[in-house]
């Protein structure tokens, strides 16, 4: 077990250094460089010459993509194009946000996506699965943005009771954020809730309608025990790798509900730096992204690896 | 308490099918079994049993509901209790040994906490006994080191051990009747023989009822005093073991037993033609009228109720009188024997098979793998228009040599040399076209290996256009030639696999193989999909494809009686190792290998004159052993310390049977003599 988990860590960092070079390569085949966004206009002759000296943009790109990627194992990912500051600084507050944001959605969807789920699963076909079903798609397929839109209507303007827009700068503390937070948690809840419902629901009646729950059944066991002891360790197996894909979306592919609230997130920095050319914050937003997708990924396979006996215990023998 | 354990009075079962139409899966069902009677229901897929036995329990799948009747546990109406009421007698008094049991035990639970539910609900063991109790049910059921079973996974069971907790966690509510779901389904020969035993011997003693459900009738002559044959959701047939299995009055009773291979008779077992009607298409006439050989005007208008012979068992035919012209023996084709004509059509030099491939981490880093080979030491020659059986339990690497032959899987070392001296490439995109075209491969499920989206014409189309550049009417033309050889007809070609009958399908699947224009088929299982008459339909077709075309055929099949009946010569494989070779008469006749021995003492006949002999236990084995012979663990014959020690050598006959073992064939010839004669 200790050793596949290893196994697993080892193959997690080659594939967060393979991206590594990719995204170094990617930023470097754009035109221009941290110089000319920096000096904008002025960005010839001399001018960018002494620049580039001083940053060491004239080095080969082998040799800064190792001073990049060390740095970036250290925790230093450089300094900005736009005002020298430190990007670890600068992306650390953004990220430290984003993780606020993430945290609050999952604390409300997760829960709350596999109750209905197991409801609708367990009620298939009835009034309250109908109900909950179609309106899941309705959050699924309606834009994020309209829906959000939607909500600031509702709960700020009309009724008045939460701020429809986030004023909080990016450097305050966690705590200042409410309540400002919580209309983009509700729309990122309704988003996710509804993904994560469909899945759960689907798993549920597989699992339902499986030899092994019939076997309870006519085994006698009581209908409730049935659906926590024999069904749902099951069916929630699957959830998990959900789930993961739904933290690493919500820590990086939120750019259009951060921006709708003006969230000061990691997405949203992301584009303003991407509009204002920043390519070192660009490379190292990349790089953050990247590393949460393989880790989040990581931990729900060790996680179904420990919750599912199959898979625990094929790798233990397997020696 | 007197009276029936079981009373099953005209029940109806059925669904609401698209049009809105109620269709019956079950048609006024009557049946009552008796204290301590174990009664057989025979049928064939989607007749209907397995509802029926479900029904029995007041449970009906989704879907399905009670039309009319009633069933009555011990005098309980099981239809009318509360869900209370049916928690205490499911699994308590009436308990249910399932098909599967592998996907009938909940894979996030040990195997101890499943089994002490059942006690905690059903029986008045008090709690700090719950694990003893346990223990001792696991013992009962013959399951080795019960206390280890306990505290693993039912994935870490095989499929014997897994039936057998089933059957422990039914008894552990000491119930007064036991429902089979065909429970023997899908387990190897020795262990279906095991099981089957455990199970008379648990009946007898403790004086349960059994309602036994299975499609093998073999199984059913062992366990079972009374049998009811079932067909499209109805009760064709009733009466004692003997009368259904040894002369039955019914036609569809008759055309079942005849399609049955046996291992006493060189006949191909006769093929049932047609198929049942689907639910609610049965007609007003009898529901076996398509496929009756002694069908009339009457049968077609009139649906012949179950009635009582002077004999004492019941029949649904107007004809019963008749029954005699309708064979209930093998009286189908002999296989055809052509004498192959000496020259070789492939052979395996030496092969050796290992699934264990080196992952990409062990290979970075130069380690290398020194495991025992699945398959090793494999030595034939087969020659040209010959069929080559190869029998063995499941793990035994049967199927793994077809791959292996197939190019699906290289293998570890040894050489396959097509025809007299072409190497064949280990790998299936290295080898030329026409040596692809030559050797062709037929899978055991057709819905598994079939496109479900492609037309039959699409299927057979491909080979065609591929190995011959055929297109337009030529094309077309040799496709529907192709069908008429399976049987099938130009009319399919415009069908979807989903619109076919399993048979229909494998024929299907034949004719796919056959368009190539093969010289070698390789056949993986291709009837353990199919129903015993459909089974007979396939097996005759094949032995007629091979008279025409002088086909050679490399035959797997876990089932020694089909085996026999398309073979010229048998291999017998054990741990992925040849125990003998040789002619199909003379490695189905004495001497044979310890191994060949046990497997062809294990196969049931439908007769209830017959009982299998259990020579060895029917332990699983993971892996071969390292060295010496490969079943010195579970061999009834082991000589000693020299079968673990030294690989035995090939003992060879004039006539080309060979036993590779530590005794000598003239001390196995003696021995087996003796116990014949005991």
Sequence with gaps: MLRMFLRRLFLGAVTVAIVSIIIFSGVEMLPGDACTAFLEREAKGKLLENCREAQGLNRPAVERYIDWAAGAVQGNLGVSANGQKSISELVGARLGNSLLLAACSLALGVPLAIFLGVVTGLWRDKPIDLTLSTMAIFAMTIPEFVSATVLILLFSVWLGWLPGIVLTPAHAPAAEFFPEILLPVLVLTMVMTAHILRMVRSSVIEVMAGDYVQMATLKGVPYWRIVFRHALPNALLPAINVVALTIAWLLGGVVVIEVVFNYPGLGRMMIDSISDRDLPVVQAIALIVATVYVGVNLSADLLTMIANPRLRTLHMRRK | ?678
């Design chain 2, 1 to 678: 308490m007197t009276g029936p354990v079981l009373d099953i009075r005209d029940v109806s079962v059925g669904f609401t099918g698209k049009s809105g139409a109620t269709l019956p899966v079950l048609r006024n069902i009557d049946l009552q079994v008796a204290e301590g009677e174990s009664l057989g229901i025979v049928g064939e897929s989607g007749s209907g049993k397995s509802t029926l036995a479900l029904a029995a329990m007041g449970y009906l799948k989704r879907g399905l509901r009670l039309l009319d009747g009633s069933v009555a546990f011990r005098g309980q109406d099981m239809f009318s209790r509360t869900r209370q009421e049916l928690e205490k007698i499911r699994g308590g008094e009436l308990a249910l040994i399932p098909q599967n049991s592998g996907q009938s035990l909940t894979p996030t639970l040990r195997i101890g906490a499943q089994l002490i539910e059942a006690l905690r609900l059903h029986s008045a063991v008090p709690g700090a006994e719950h694990v003893a109790k346990a223990t001792e049910l696991l013992g009962q059921v013959r399951l080795p080191d019960p206390q280890a079973i306990l505290s693993r996974f039912p994935h870490e069971l095989s499929g014997g051990q897994q039936q057998r907790v089933a059957v422990a966690m039914a008894l552990a509510g000491e119930p007064h009747a036991l429902l089979l779901d065909e429970p023997t389904t899908g387990l190897d020969v020795t262990t279906q023989a095991h099981i089957l035993e455990l199970l008379r011997d648990i009946a007898r003693d403790r004086g349960m009822a059994m309602v036994y459900v299975s499609h093998d009738l073999g199984a059913i002559a062992r366990v079972c005093d009374r049998v009811v044959v079932m067909y499209a959701g109805e009760v064709v047939m009733e009466g004692t073991t003997r009368q259904v299995l040894k002369s039955p009055a019914h036609p569809y009773a008759r055309g079942l037993l005849a399609s049955i291979p046996r291992l006493a008779d060189r006949h191909l077992p006769v093929a049932l033609d047609g198929r049942p009607p689907a639910p609610g298409d049965a007609g007003d006439g009898c529901s076996f009228v398509d496929r009756c050989a002694l069908a009339q005007d009457l049968c077609r208008s009139q649906r012949p109720d179950l009635t009582a012979l002077p004999t004492g068992e019941l029949a649904r035919c107007f004809f019963t009188d008749q029954a005699d012209r309708v064979s209930r023996t093998m009286s189908g084709a002999v296989p055809v024997e052509i004498k192959p004509d000496g020259a070789t059509a492939l052979q395996l030099t030496d092969l050796s098979i290992s699934y264990h491939q080196p992952s990409l981490f062990d290979r970075v880093l130069g380690r290398s793998d020194a495991r025992v080979a699945t398959v090793d030491e494999i030595d034939v020659t087969v020659r040209r228009g010959e069929t080559l059986g190869l029998v063995g339990e499941s793990g035994s690497g049967k199927s793994t040599i077809l791959k292996s032959i197939a190019g699906l899987l290289p293998p570890a070392g040894g050489q396959i040399t097509l025809a007299q001296s072409e190497a064949l490439a280990t790998v299936v995109e290295n080898r030329p076209p026409d040596h692809l075209r030559r050797i062709q491969l037929v899978f055991q499920n057709p819905d598994d290996s079939l496109n479900p989206r492609q037309t039959i014409a699409e299927i057979l189309e491909q080979p065609l256009r591929l190995y011959f550049g055929l297109t337009g009417q030529a094309l077309h033309d040799r496709s529907v030639e192709i069908l008429d050889r399976v049987r099938l007809g130009g009319h399919y070609l415009d069908r979807l696999p989903s619109q076919l009958s399993g048979g229909e399908k494998q024929r299907v699947a034949v004719a796919r193989a056959f368009a190539a224009d093969p010289e070698i088929v390789l056949c993986d299982e291709v009837t353990s999909a199919l129903d015993v008459s459909v089974q007979a339909a396939v097996l005759d077709l094949l032995n007629e494809l091979k008279e025409k075309q002088g086909t050679t055929y490399i035959f797997v099949s876990h089932d020694l009686a089909v085996v026999k009946a398309l073979s010229d010569r048998v291999a017998v494989l054990y741990q992925g190792r040849l125990c003998e070779i040789g002619p199909s008469d003379q490695v189905y006749a004495t001497p044979s290998h310890p191994y060949t021995e046990v497997l062809l003492g294990a196969v049931l006949e439908p007769d209830p004159d017959t009982a299998p002999t259990l020579a060895a236990d029917d332990v699983v084995e993971l892996s071969p052993p390292a060295q010496g012979c490969p079943f010195q663990r579970r061999c009834p014959r082991k000589i000693g310390p020299i079968c673990d020690s030294e690989t035995p050598p090939w003992h060879q006959t004039a006539d080309g049977h060979a036993i590779r073992c530590h005794h000598a064939i003239t001390d196995l010839a003696a021995a087996q003599a003796g116990q014949a004669a005991e």
